[in-house]
């Protein structure tokens, strides 16, 4: 046989080899429709699976679509109990998670679906490290001609999670002028600790500085513990509120000082296919303890992944404030396009 040829085959044999290789060392996933998917169990939460494929990327797969699952090497099971289970086969029978171990161990396991809170956690739901999720936007508008503008808002969140810890980091920057004229000069910054004591349940404290100029705002200071309730925590759906008693200080025309119930919300969800987010976060405080004022801050919008983290957003920002100084509206509306990046 020719040398040439031979290089050909053996090259083409090698080839072949690395193939099944690559083949033997994939996770398999069956549907119940009788299909199978090639590549790599990533992750389950809430009810759905994420799947990495070579040929569409990673799929989401709902789990009642699932008949068994073959892995590689090992995958993690963590129970609403907290209870850790390993292994490297997993069938779905008639709304059951059967985890099976393989020919020549010794027991298996069966357990419902609600019952399966992940599979393969992220290490700081194992109490390894800190969970760091971020988020910076920049919305910029120049005016040239009759009227010169020039109008700068950023605004910007990164968040470290633990199993029992949060921590939490907000500013914000508005910046606008008109002519020779500043029109808008406003900055926020807040952050806020809280600490888990049960999966849902959490207390903390906070402590925000605010300054508004052309409300004569010159400087609040706000400081204090809250309790809260985190309804839903997930990469698709986020829902938590807290309540506190804070103590504020203001910087105006008359210093004052007193006591206010202070309260957060702050809600997201993804829609149609995780192509579009809803979001709402607010803050406020009311003044029980001298004028019964109610100020409140709002920012409400949907926000549209692009790609490699970048987002667009539009956004509705509203601030409230039951008893502003004479000339001043009690609300304030502002409207804006943002371009962002988040982890």
Same mark, same amino acid.
């Given at each position: 046989?020719d040398?040439?040829?031979?290089?050909?085959?053996f090259?083409?044999l090698?080839?072949l080899?690395l193939f099944?290789?690559?083949i033997?060392k994939?996770?398999t996933?069956?549907m119940?429709d009788?299909s199978?998917l090639? &590549?790599?169990v990533?992750?389950?939460?809430k +009810?759905i699976?994420?799947f990495d494929t070579?040929f569409?990327?990673?799929?989401?797969?709902k %789990?009642?679509q699932v008949? #068994?699952?073959d892995t590689?090497q090992?995958?993690?099971i963590?129970?609403?109990?907290?209870?850790?289970?390993?292994t490297?086969?997993?069938?779905n029978?008639?709304?059951?998670i059967?985890?099976?171990?393989?020919?020549?161990?010794?027991?298996?396991?069966a357990?419902?679906?609600h019952?399966v809170?992940?599979? +393969?956690p992220?290490? %700081?739901?194992l109490?390894?490290g800190?969970?760091?999720s971020a988020l910076?936007n920049?919305s910029l508008?120049s005016?040239? @001609?009759n009227?010169v503008?020039?109008?700068?808002d950023l605004? @910007?969140e990164?968040?470290?999670?633990?199993?029992?810890d949060?921590?939490?980091?907000? @500013?914000?920057?508005e910046?606008?002028?008109? &002519?020779d004229?500043?029109t808008?000069?406003n900055?926020?910054?807040?952050?806020?600790?809280d600490?888990?004591?049960?999966k849902?349940?959490y207390? &903390?404290?906070?402590?925000?500085f605010?300054?508004?100029?052309f409300?004569d705002?010159d400087?609040?200071?706000?400081f204090?513990?809250?309790?809260?309730h985190?309804?839903y925590?997930s990469?698709e759906l986020?829902?938590s509120s807290d309540?506190?008693?804070?103590?504020?200080w203001e910087d105006n025309?008359?210093?004052?000082?007193?006591?206010?119930?202070?309260?957060n919300?702050n809600?997201?969800?993804?829609?149609?296919n995780?192509t579009?987010?809803l979001y709402h +976060?607010?803050?406020?405080? %009311?003044? %029980?303890?001298?004028s019964?004022k109610?100020t409140?801050?709002?920012?409400? @919008?949907?926000?549209?992944?692009l790609r490699?983290?970048?987002?667009a957003? #539009?956004?509705?920002?509203w601030?409230y404030?039951?008893?502003?100084?004479?000339?001043?509206?009690?609300s304030d509306r502002?409207?804006?396009?943002?371009?962002g990046y988040q982890w």
């Amino acid at each position: 046989m020719d040398l040439a040829v031979m290089k050909l085959m053996f090259a083409l044999l090698y080839i072949l080899l690395l193939f099944a290789l690559s083949i033997s060392k994939a996770d398999t996933l069956t549907m119940k429709d009788g299909s199978s998917l090639v &590549g790599h169990v990533i992750s389950q939460e809430k +009810n759905i699976l994420k799947f990495d494929t070579s040929f569409a990327g990673i799929i989401n797969v709902k %789990w009642e679509q699932v008949k #068994t699952i073959d892995t590689e090497q090992p995958v993690t099971i963590m129970l609403v109990t907290d209870e850790l289970v390993s292994t490297k086969h997993i069938s779905n029978i008639e709304g059951e998670i059967s985890q099976i171990k393989k020919a020549g161990e010794e027991w298996k396991t069966a357990f419902k679906s609600h019952n399966v809170s992940y599979i +393969n956690p992220e290490p %700081w739901l194992l109490d390894q490290g800190f969970k760091i999720s971020a988020l910076f936007n920049v919305s910029l508008k120049s005016q040239r @001609g009759n009227t010169v503008k020039e109008e700068l808002d950023l605004d @910007g969140e990164i968040r470290f999670r633990s199993l029992q810890d949060r921590y939490t980091f907000k @500013g914000l920057l508005e910046h606008d002028t008109s &002519g020779d004229k500043t029109t808008s000069d406003n900055w926020l910054f807040s952050s806020k600790y809280d600490s888990f004591f049960t999966k849902k349940q959490y207390y &903390g404290a906070q402590l925000q500085f605010e300054r508004d100029r052309f409300t004569d705002l010159d400087l609040r200071t706000s400081f204090g513990p809250h309790i809260g309730h985190q309804r839903y925590e997930s990469d698709e759906l986020n829902l938590s509120s807290d309540i506190g008693l804070f103590k504020v200080w203001e910087d105006n025309i008359i210093d004052t000082d007193y006591l206010a119930l202070n309260w957060n919300i702050n809600y997201d969800q993804y829609f149609f296919n995780e192509t579009t987010q809803l979001y709402h +976060n607010q803050q406020g405080l %009311w003044d %029980w303890e001298k004028s019964g004022k109610v100020t409140f801050i709002s920012w409400t @919008g949907f926000r549209f992944p692009l790609r490699d983290g970048i987002v667009a957003s #539009t956004e509705l920002e509203w601030e409230y404030d039951s008893q502003p100084n004479e000339s001043i509206n009690k609300s304030d509306r502002t409207y804006r396009i943002k371009l962002g990046y988040q982890w």
